[in-house]
């Protein structure tokens, strides 16, 4: 499966084309992406840093699959492509 992330700003162009008020939700896939990236490659300092970075990068990566889910199913229904 292709990631929706990296497609999200020419799906949001397509979304907008349609006439769909829902452009944010591809803005949202995007945005929980970079922080996905961000919580992965964070420094930490020490054991406990390193488990929240990892708790929340696991989080933020459940986030953004349940998004990208949804965008597609936003993408179904506008008959636009990803």
């Given at each position: 499966?292709?990631r929706i992330a990296v497609l999200s ?45 990892n708790h929340l990068y696991q989080q ?23």
């Amino acid at each position: 499966m292709i990631r929706i992330a990296v497609l999200s700003e020419q799906v949001t162009s397509q979304i907008r084309a349609a006439g769909t008020e829902r452009p944010h939700l591809a803005e949202l896939v995007s945005s929980l992406a970079a922080f996905e990236e961000y919580s992965r490659t964070c420094e930490s300092v020490g054991d406990e840093d390193a488990r929240l970075h990892n708790h929340l990068y696991q989080q933020t990566s459940r986030a953004r699959r349940l998004m990208e889910e949804a965008l597609l199913s936003l993408c179904r229904y506008e008959q636009i492509d990803p």
